[in-house]
Each structure stands twice: as C-alpha cells, then as structure tokens.
C-alpha cells in the first residue's frame, strides 16, 4: 500500500508537516450533497431511485420521494415497501400518458408538485429528495429548466442529496449533474413476447 493511501505524507519532516498534508488529503475527498440523474429510455429508473432511497433510509437518512405522475392513490409494491421503512412518498401526478386527454391539468398539477418540492428542499429537513418522472414537465416545456437549474443551485442545501429520474433529460441538466446514469433497452418481455407486466416485478 502507498504512502498516499494510507494519508502520510511521502516526506515529512515534522509531525506539523505530516497533520498538513492529511489535511490536504481530506479536503481534496470533500463530501457535498449530489445531484443525481437516471434517465433514458430502458427500465428501472425509478427502481433505481428507490433502491438509493432504501440505502440511504438504512444509513438514517431522512428520504422523501415526489413523484410527478402517479396520483397520490397509487399503491405500487415499492411505494408500500417504502412507506413500511418511513420513506415518504407523494404522489402529485393525475396518472397522465402521452395520450392524455388534459395534458393542460398534468401540467399544472406538476407546476404545484415542483412548488412543493422548492418548500421540501429548501427546508433542509431531509437529507435525500427524489424528484420522480421530473424530467417530463421540464422536458414539456410545462418548467423552464434554466429556471428550475438556477433555484436548485441557490436554495439547495450543500448537503442535501438530490436525485431526479425520467426519460428525456434536459442537456443542461445532464451538464449540471455530479451523477447520471442512462438505462438503455435492449429487450422487453411485452415488446417481444407479449408478455404484460407482473405484479411484484414491475409494480
């Protein structure tokens, strides 16, 4: 193992110089709270973001999730599952599809759903917050994502984690992420064998 790895100093002259450098080293592997995104078009990015949520619920963590569309009703496996490990979840959406007949109340449901996210994250009292599907409305054009960029980065606090999922993410978006991920499809058991969702599986 190196000197570097350990955290001494390759030369040191005096216990001062030696505290110096590890000094040095800590700073050089500082924490801050993340921006996280998981889009593109394949499965699991909302798996994936409740599977950090469940981490981070393991580590004590205080973890909200805000899902920007499924309705608050929703009773998926991972939502009570969540709910059981004190993971709160809000369901702010109207359900919505592409083929939504009233893509004008989606959107102003979401324009509510990311007000109320501005008052969680700006409250500091969570340390993990999940935007879930947020990619849409700004994808839509239903948030300016300038807008919603340049709030996070002044009201976030230094802290506080924060993951967004959907497909579609904004480049800028993407630029402004310390961590994004892309699911890519490669098979689908409806798309090639007919086969529909299973309970447990994919809800």
């Known amino acids: 193992m190196t000197q570097e ?14 505290e110096a450098y590890r000094r040095t ?3 050089e592997h500082k924490k801050k709270g993340l921006l996280i995104v998981n889009t593109g078009t394949g499965k699991g990015k909302t798996t994936a973001a409740f599977g950090l949520a469940m981490r981070a619920r393991g580590r004590g963590m205080r973890v909200i999730m805000i899902q920007f569309i499924k309705r608050g009703t929703a009773r998926f ?4 599952s969540a709910r059981d490990l004190g993971i709160e979840v809000r369901g702010m959406g109207d359900g919505w599809t592409w083929r939504s007949k009233d893509l004008d109340e989606s959107a102003e449901l979401a324009r509510v759903g990311w007000t109320q996210a501005q008052e969680i994250i700006a409250a500091g009292e969570h340390d993990l917050v999940i935007l879930d599907e947020f990619t849409y409305p700004l994808h839509y054009g239903w948030l300016d994502t300038a807008e919603v960029l340049a709030w996070i980065a002044e009201h976030k606090p230094p802290m506080l984690h924060l993951a967004i999922t959907g497909r579609y ?18 098979k689908h058991p409806f798309k090639e064998q007919g086969i529909r969702g299973q309970p447990g599986i994919e809800f």
């Open 77 to 80: 496996g991972e939502i009570r």
């Open 169 to 186: 993410a904004p480049d800028a978006l993407i630029e402004a992420a310390d961590l994004v991920t892309e699911m890519r499809l490669i």
């Open 5 to 18: 790895a350990t955290g001494e100093p390759p030369t040191a002259e005096s216990a001062e110089e030696a």
């Open 25 to 27: 080293v800590r700073q």
